[in-house]
């Protein structure tokens, strides 16, 4: 027994150099091609918000109710076509920008989504609202419709308090 022992030591040993780099390298080259692909990933959340809707115990308030033609609306309907190109969206973004410039209030766009669209659509839609800086729009389930509205401009100066001084004002004074 004491002679296997003796005749195992007297073995050369043996490097294993090829393991002890690929177990360096292989890991670096990962993580070098792993970050590249990582940055070319466009990785982007959408904030949707949705109108809440009447219940048997909730009730919104007038004022807060989705601007439709019951209430004196006015809309301009569009058949929103499916995968829709960018001359599509030029001649959209036209639209809204003449939205824009109208100086009456109550009126708007309604694009309306049928079947065939998909996500993508409404990614362009929502991309559309803020290469316009439209400020009033949303998504009504109900009927399908993705809506555009003008609200008119508040021109009145709000009151503090029962005053007249409004916030650039008071900081102003001090």
Same mark, same amino acid.
């Given at each position: 027994?004491?002679?296997?022992?003796?005749?195992?030591?007297?073995?050369?040993?043996?490097?294993?150099?090829?393991?002890?780099?690929?177990?360096?390298?292989?890991?670096?080259?990962?993580?070098?091609?792993?970050?590249?692909?990582?940055?070319?990933?466009?990785?982007?959340?959408?904030?949707?918000?949705?109108?809440?809707?009447?219940?048997?115990?909730?009730?919104?308030?007038?004022?807060?109710?989705?601007?439709?033609?019951?209430?004196?609306? *006015? +809309? %301009?309907? /569009?058949?929103?076509? @499916?995968?829709?190109?960018?001359? #599509?969206?030029?001649?959209?973004?036209?639209?809204? $920008?003449?939205?824009?410039?109208?100086?009456?209030?109550?009126?708007?766009?309604?694009?309306?989504?049928?079947?065939?669209?998909?996500?993508?659509?409404?990614?362009?839609?929502?991309?559309?609202?803020?290469?316009?800086?439209?400020?009033?729009?949303?998504?009504?389930?109900?009927?399908?419709?993705?809506?555009?509205? *003008? +609200? %008119?401009? /508040?021109?009145?100066? @709000?009151?503090?308090?029962?005053? #007249?001084?409004?916030?650039?004002?008071?900081?102003? $004074?001090?």
């Amino acid at each position: 027994m004491f002679a296997k022992i003796e005749h195992m030591k007297n073995k050369k040993k043996i490097y294993y150099v090829s393991g002890i780099l690929s177990a360096i390298f292989i890991p670096i080259i990962f993580l070098f091609y792993a970050i590249l692909t990582y940055k070319e990933i466009n990785v982007s959340v959408i904030d949707i918000g949705l109108p809440a809707k009447e219940s048997a115990t909730y009730e919104i308030p007038e004022e807060y109710k989705f601007p439709s033609t019951e209430r004196g609306w *006015k +809309y %301009k309907i /569009i058949n929103l076509p @499916a995968n829709f190109t960018q001359k #599509d969206e030029s001649k959209f973004y036209n639209l809204i $920008k003449e939205l824009q410039e109208k100086p009456h209030a109550k009126v708007g766009i309604r694009f309306q989504l049928n079947d065939d669209n998909n996500y993508n659509d409404f990614v362009k839609l929502l991309n559309l609202m803020l290469k316009t800086k439209q400020e009033s729009y949303g998504f009504r389930s109900e009927d399908n419709s993705f809506y555009v509205v *003008k +609200y %008119k401009q /508040i021109e009145e100066r @709000a009151s503090w308090c029962g005053t #007249d001084i409004d916030g650039d004002e008071w900081n102003k $004074k001090k």
